[in-house]
């Protein structure tokens, strides 16, 4: 394998990596927002998803809610199928 083969390779893990964490903080920042309370949560998520353009970011997101939410605050997972509904309005 050739250094600019690996570098790139390198490249892209970093950006995966960035992208998950940048998921993670939005996902928490509707949580603290909304002081824990799911009907607050699902609006700032719905203005969330409004704005994505891209299913791979909203699916991302549904990654992150299901595993920052989880069931014990959202046992429906309704903010998680937010972001897939999203995800699958633009493609995914």
Do not use: C, H, Y
Request: hydrophobic share 40%.
């Amino acid at each position: 394998m050739k250094k600019s083969e690996l570098r790139n390779i390198i490249k892209e893990e970093i950006i995966k990596i960035l992208e998950d964490a940048k998921d993670d903080m939005r996902i928490n920042d509707i949580v603290k927002k909304a002081g824990g309370d799911l009907p607050s949560m699902e609006k700032l998520a719905r203005t969330m998803a409004s704005r994505i353009t891209d299913a791979f970011k909203a699916a991302r997101r549904a990654q992150a809610a299901e595993k920052i939410i989880g069931k014990d605050i959202d046992p429906k997972g309704i903010i998680a199928k937010i972001f897939q509904q999203k995800a699958k309005q633009l493609g995914w």
